[in-house]
């Protein structure tokens, strides 16, 4: 394998400490690696050191990891990923907008991830994805209860091998049993500009309290509904002009491109996790 | 007075009704008025009329407004409003960006209204409403309870002659007296993107909850806090290397910008308040 | 026909004259129409007047349309549109992006319109197409010259009975004669934000300026390339860690967005055509 | 001055070349000096390495430089800046929106910078400017030639310790000879979108356009007009209703905006000129 150009993202969290950056890129020198990209934050408040480099060249990714790992300070978070497709799952309910601009990318090769599966709480989107030859699975929740149907739901899931369960537009509530047992893989795209319009029909709310923007904000999901770390957001004007089917409209453009925007940037290894926020290199 | 050319903004507010533009154009048409420009709306949940139309002509403001009342349904509220330059008074805390950008408007004669007085809870921006030749009031909040401050407030507010009191930062709730005394005639910029982070320190919030967008919103003050109806929002993109004076810092240009749109808005009589929200033409 | 509850939209647009307001909302009086919405506009420089009303009751079109030609000034343009479906033709070449969007609103029944057929100059989305059960053909350009490859492609296009043609990422520049034969009926997006960066490979010459934004520009297609009426436009920040390449992602996400916003208008009438410019109401 | 906490901010832009951020934090590292903040760049299609760390610690200026010196490839460029309000000389002529914004920041001390004066081609800002106790210099340019003139703008600069000119809306055009004396250290605010727009009255040809969106692009000049490196932008939507004195007044506030940001950037040595283009830490 002497001759072979690899590349690697090195993903590194861990207690702030005098000479990281040095000891780490010291590393990359000796070893004659390229740096093709690399960015660091410090989060003074909690003392926390981030890193992302990207490198290049001939390097055997155990032994590079290892070194790497015996310079940092204990408990420091490393990963070393060698870029390829992730994989993902996707949960629906009836909307296609944000599924639909997923599958688009998908099937024109630009979405850094393979769809595996997409599962549905309804028949609706059955179509649409068997269009794309993508397995649907519908999952009724008619005639069972919420953990029976999330128990059907993980079954669904568990039989595929993936990285990230991605809800786009799934409209059930999810239990703390499924949340904890996805931690740090789910993304879920909010229907508003949080921490605004928690709950039911956002655009109802913000309709009737007369705003002048729409927005979406995709997160990760924790326990806490709707509480999770935000990856991206971004609003749309609406004016007096629109009533909520409109605000609605409207919203379903903003939230399709932010949850493909924060898909990007955690399938290309870009985002930490740093308890209730993100780091977005 | 036969030669001379008007211009009046008429605004309508009223139960919708059939036949209601052509009853009000009728009288433009038969007058010989031109209607520089008109615009209208109906809120078909409340089943209410908006009309905005500026005419220009030869006109007697009083026969011209008693002609439009006699077609309106009862209850209609009918402003005819010649354009002249409106009056407010400005109330401040510390922050200069919101005042500073009204002042410098005002010296360039954009601003539409004229500066009758500045009156502030400390004296840190005495020095910079003097320069501009603006009577500047220090109320202080030292030593006396709220009603008390409110109420010396309010008599320097009085002894001007204003069409609005514009709340530039001032960092003091107003007392559910206050704000029923001068109904529709307060404008507030809230330091956050409504209906989010209400509270003090909304940046302190925004930064802890790990937003990736700082928002502002300029609005009517209502007796409910923070709740009035909303005139004009904005927002500016932030990310993880912000610390929250960093968000402050992003923030203030947002609300600067917000609260002078707003009040440029009202000042040329485009806002309706509608409930609790606003139309705006 | 008498219970029925009819729904049209009104549109005018013609030399400004005293009384136009109120001689049509006369008509409309008179018949006992509702005004669903009203929306006008005076140019002042070129004195032209534009109206669009979405009137609902109990009415004939041709009478209507008859009756408000009468009070209308001679070579008015007067539309009135029952509002239905319209049908789009589309003319794509490799990229999938804008494409893809509509389909994903049509198969959603989102998109107020019906896809006739697509044409491309490559068989690259053939399968993409085909997906949704619609028409693809495939004109090559290969062995032929620009006349004969754009006989061919017209006489796909009027093979249909169509409202628009919407050119979705279509590479090939048109002659006169093909524009020229679809007045007003050309819908473009063009990879930049007009008036920059005309011509070939933009986001190459965006990323050698060193801009920090991209913008996307749907326009009418005249004779001058790139230069017809502006219907939308939005843009998006970049900045120096973008390759071109980059900017080229980014700017596709705009450039969807901006078509599918300007197509929604179009398709339900909002949009007037002046000179070089539009009214969008 | 062993106890002393010295900041510094280290600049270096030279050929890209294996091992720099190891040999550069290798020194901080040694040093015992807080990375307080640290970001790279490298521009792949030239081969350029930028890199801007902020320092804190206990080290001799000169030292520290010359040490980094030795470890940089030849023709580096390395600049270690010691934190400190920078001086700025004004030129304006009658607009006073970007020129106010300036004042108001300097005078809540949130400027980073002191103005040293403002030089105007007409008297219209002088009082502005005496307001804050800042030196107005009136140099006409009646019956003098656009040499004499520039030479007499030239002795009032240059009576001046300053490290940047800023045209706040200078409305004359330079000559080469007078750019080419103040390499990368004049900052213009460019009245449109660049590269849109280019010439005398970009609001009117926006109008005459048709366009949906204002924008407004801060650079460095250099010797080509508005062709200098682009620090920042950003827009504003303006639709039919706007006539060319509206999108004007839009396009103020986006000027002055997009002006203060590039100051602040620059200010906080957070620019790099690179080529005809700007990175931006």
Redesign the interface.
Known sequence: MKNTKNKARILIDCADA??L???V??I??QR?L????????????SGKFFMRTVVSGDFNANDLKMELGRVLPSHANLRLVIPKKKTIVLLVTK???AL??I???H??G?LDAEIKAVIGNHKTLEQ?VV??DIPFHYVSAQGVNRTEHEYEVMRKINSYDFDYIVLAKYMRILTEHFVSHYTQKIINIHHS?????IGANPYKQAF??????I?ATAHFVTSDLDEG???????I?V???F?WRDMQ?AGR?VEK?VL??ALSLVLNDRVFI?G?????F
């Open positions: 005098k000479g950056v040095y000891l890129s010291k990359f020198f004659g390229n740096i093709d990209s690399n960015q660091e934050f410090v989060d003074k408040e909307e296609s907008h639909g601009d599958l688009i990318r099937s024109a630009e649409l269009r794309f500009f949080l921490p605004a319009f009737e309290r007369g705003v002048k923007i927005g770390p935000i990856i991206a957001q971004n609003i004007p004016n007096h002009r009533d409209r453009d491109s493909s925007r740093h209730n926020k993100t780091i977005v």
